[in-house]
């Protein structure tokens, strides 16, 4: 050990110099990236101009407009992508909220090919809007604007499927339809034919149609025969 002018050794003295040299390198660097984050934040809040809130109808959709002085401006256009284009297309790019509904994904979609940034809410979690005391459309379209202006994240934003994802989706779902359709009507032959003292033979859904035709009386076939035509059109469809 090597002892310095002052008695202290000079492995403590070195210790202590890279210490500071280190507490210096480290706060130093963390107190400019806050204060540089927090300016950040304010001109990024800043840059928040007009937001619109939309409450979506199935015939008319209702807006309401929050310009950069707090001004409210309210109206209402048709829920079509006519309607959309004319009141958006010449619009400059703003911010938008709207519900989670039947028509939001074909309309954030468009909205969106319009250049705007469209947020579309999760109103089952945003309880202000879904629960309120208040509702009618032009305070839902109000509430949606003030809270997209304020902080989008209240809103809880989901991401929606495309339009070509959802059209997709549709072809699966209607097929679904179809089978349930045709187990309904096989199973409403069945029932109806019993009354009668007739009972079909067990069959495919494929062939039912015509193996029921080919043994059915010839008053139950006339009532039953419509029922059966369409069954025999629906399996089709299903096969296709």
């Not at 660097?29 to 809040?45: C, D, F, G, W, Y």
């Not at 994802?165 to 679904?176: G, P």
Request: hydrophobic share 40%; with cysteine; proline share 5%.
């Amino acid at each position: 050990m090597v002892i310095g002018n002052y008695g202290v050794p000079v492995d403590d003295v070195a210790d202590n110099r890279d210490e500071q040299v280190y507490r210096s390198e480290r706060l130093l660097p963390m107190k400019n990236l806050t204060q540089h984050h927090i300016a950040e934040v304010s001109r990024r809040s800043s840059k928040v101009g007009m937001t619109i809130g939309i409450d979506l109808g199935d015939v008319w959709s209702h807006y309401c407009t929050l310009n950069e002085d707090g001004e409210v401006g309210r109206g209402r256009f048709r829920t079509s992508p006519s309607g959309v284009e004319k009141w958006f297309t010449d619009l400059p790019p703003v911010r938008i909220a709207m519900e989670a509904g039947t028509h939001s994904i074909w309309i954030s979609d468009q909205l969106q090919e319009l250049g705007q940034e469209v947020i579309v809410a999760n109103v089952r979690e945003l309880r202000a809007v879904s629960h309120s005391d208040r509702k009618s459309d032009q305070v839902d379209a109000e509430k949606l604007a003030r809270y997209a202006r304020l902080d989008p994240k209240i809103l809880r934003p989901i991401a929606h499927r495309t339009v070509a994802q959802q059209e997709a989706l549709t072809v699966i779902r209607a097929r679904n339809l179809i089978v349930r359709l045709r187990t309904a009507a096989v199973n409403a032959v069945r029932r109806l034919a019993k009354p009668c003292g007739d009972r079909l033979p067990a069959s495919s859904t494929l062939c039912f149609a015509k193996r029921c035709m080919a043994v059915l009386p010839p008053g139950l076939a006339q009532a039953l025969g419509p029922v059966l035509e369409q069954t025999a059109e629906m399996t089709k469809k299903i096969k296709h």
